[in-house]
């Protein structure tokens, strides 16, 4: 298939324009923090038991897997007088504000596990988009700046989405009081934060930094495409066979990377309650305590993300994407290891140095690294691509943990921990032999 020539490089953007749009991933992300911070808490409130909460997860990477190349092909050939990208994360992000503020009030947890399938797809409707947008919006050596940006937002969209229980709490708000499914009102009040936040955030990137116009050759290059389906996903199947080999490596640097971020976040909070609380009763109030301890070294560790992620620019671009992106790993890996075995609260945060580091690398990165080895004309299909990088390593640990949580693991959460750190050191080797243009 013969494809456009590469378009004119966009103009150069302000500090000031690259923040504002991408003040979008606030919202998006502080939704993303919610769901990683309170949505194993909210099942086990809803009577889940530990072993099957990875299943209970699967709606995120499963509508990942079926939306977000979809919508990245589809987004690649639309014309719209919004835009190109526009229409589908304006779209997501409202559907994710509807979904934020339903899913505190979940009566059982059918009702809750349906919800985040809703609320997942609506994130995924806007997620790939969105990072197509700033690719197109911005100049390849503005590349490191955006993306990083992107990580500086979700840094602190984060440390704002797992602080906002223990901030409630601080500022008087009972930690105890629950509503009738046994849910904290501040865990509440926090979703129903989200759901303003998720909507406005992106509404206000849009306002502030339109997409470009197509060039009178880009529409007709795109109206020339068939469309439908069946042609969305051909493009989809072409952009596989015709992947970069970088891309390709990334694959294998991913599927470690996110099944052990997938075990931390799951099993975070019942790992602080037996390492900490000395229980495993959801019921409890030392599990509820526990919830909110994660999320203020949760909140430290996205706060540090936050900082680190405008630190990482000049090393970025210094030593290459690939090395630091490794060291971020190693260091969160360790930090992983060591955190089951500590009890003393104060301790816990200093492993959340090394995850706060590789949290800012994991947004930033792996996203440098691609924008550089693809063709700006398929931002979209590819980086719904490389979002199945992210997803499926997820599905594969959702399915794979509970067949060895309790023979292998000893069914004990923090085991699952440690187990992650080990698979973050993995990733960093691997990240080493992904060939770059660096």
Known sequence: MDHPSTPLSPPRLSMGQILQMNVGFLGLQFSFGLQQSNMSPIYSYLGADEASLPL????????????????????????????????????????????????????????????????DAANNVTME????????????NQHSLGFLTQSAFTGLAQTLAYLTPSLLFWFGLNKDAVNESNIPHITVIAFLIGSVLSFTTVWWSVHSTPELPL?????????????GMKATLAEIVEAVREMPQAMRQLWWMKLFQWYGMMCYWIYIVP?????????????????????????QIGGFYNFVAFIAAFSLIPLTKRFGPKIVHAICLTLAGVGMWFLPTLQDK??????MVGIGLAWASIM???????????????????????????????????????LYYDSLLGGDPRHVIQLAGCFLCIAAVLTLRVKTND
């Open 56 to 119: 209970l997860w699967l709606a995120g990477p499963m509508t990942g897997l079926l939306v977000q190349p979809v919508i990245g092909a589809m987004s690649d050939r639309t014309v719209s007088r919004w835009g190109r990208r526009t229409p589908y994360f304006l779209i997501g992000a409202l559907l994710c504000s509807l979904g934020l503020l339903v899913m505190p009030f979940s009566p059982a947890l059918w009702f809750a596990a349906g919800l985040l399938w809703i609320l």
């Open 129 to 140: 988009p969105y990072r197509a947008y700033v690719s197109d919006r911005l100049n390849t």
């Open 215 to 227: 060039t009178p050759q880009e529409k007709e290059a795109i109206l020339a495409k068939p469309t």
């Open 271 to 295: 790992s602080l309650a037996r390492a900490v609380f000395d229980t495993s009763d959801a019921s409890s109030q030392g599990f509820r305590d526990a919830g909110l301890l994660n999320g």
């Open 346 to 351: 104060a301790l816990l945060f200093i492993p």
């Open 364 to 402: 930033g990165n792996p996203y440098i690294m691609l924008a550089r080895s693809i063709p700006p004309e398929r931002a979209g299909v590819y980086m719904g691509i490389f979002n199945m990088f992210i997803v499926l390593p997820m599905i594969i640990q959702m399915l794979t943990l509970p």
